[in-house]
């Protein structure tokens, strides 16, 4: 089946340091990727959608200069945490929506961000 | 307004027992209905797709249902166990490009 590849899957940077995660679709080409945010015990909370060959649209409240996105080739889409501080800590998730009669959307594993 | 809803918000039930989590949309037009299930640090993974016309589908001991006419969506899971402690989303697919999340309902199975 569809993979999609996230990584890297943890991460602890300084607070300061930017940090890019990359998303990928293995065996599909995915014109639309999404980013999500997840706290503990809470719902994914989708932060942009990331569109190949345009820029992404963010949702209302998600900073687009401190999280900016990347979506370059069909296969790949890199979300970058620029200046990172440790409220930027979190559950970084990002899924790609394979199109056609069913309009699968397969999820990345995840990348787990720690800033000290 | 476009919306997922999902109950219960969490659920504890013991191992070996039946439960079924419910799903409400609004969404509008409705192309097709996912159930994810995601796991405690881990990224969501397909249960089930369904479009309008389909009412059942089954994965395992995992049963989707859905009825469109009154937009609303189940997921039964038969004999649980353990391991089927996790997350559990609902996915509402509006006009082939937009997707709408549920809350999720979280599943605590005991031994």
């Known amino acids: 089946g569809a993979v999609v590849s996230q990584h890297p899957s943890r991460v602890i940077c300084k607070s300061g340091t930017s940090v890019k995660i990359e998303c990928r679709s293995l065996?599909?080409?995915?014109?639309?990727m999404f980013w999500y945010r997840q706290f503990p015990k809470k719902s994914l909370m989708l932060m942009a959608t990331?569109?190949?060959?345009?820029?992404?649209?963010?949702e209302q409240g998600v900073e687009k200069d401190k999280f900016l996105i990347n979506h370059a080739s069909l296969t790949l889409s890199t979300l970058t945490v620029t200046s990172a501080h440790p409220e930027d800590s979190s559950f970084y998730i990002c899924?790609?929506?394979?199109?056609?009669?069913?309009?699968?959307?397969?999820f990345g594993e995840g990348s787990r961000l720690t800033v000290l | 307004k476009n919306q997922v809803e999902q109950s219960p918000q969490s659920l504890i039930i013991l191992e070996g027992k039946n439960c079924t989590l419910q799903?409400?949309?609004?969404?509008?037009?409705?192309?097709?209905l996912r159930w994810y299930k995601q796991d405690t640090g881990r990224g969501p993974v397909s249960l089930t797709i369904?479009?309008?016309?389909?009412n059942t589908k089954s994965n395992g001991r995992y049963t989707a249902t859905l009825d469109a006419d009154t937009k609303q969506s189940s997921l039964h899971i038969t004999a649980s166990q353990l391991s089927d402690s996790a997350s559990y989303i609902c996915v509402a697919l509006y006009n082939f490009n937009k997707f709408y999340f549920g809350s999720g309902t979280k599943l605590n199975v005991k031994p």
């Open positions: 899924s790609a929506h394979r199109q056609g009669a069913s309009g699968e959307l397969f």
């Open positions: 990331s569109n190949e060959g345009s820029k992404a649209t963010y």
């Open positions: 799903c409400n949309y609004t969404v509008s037009p409705f192309s097709n």
């Open positions: 065996d599909f080409q995915a014109t639309t």
């Open positions: 369904m479009t309008f016309s389909e």
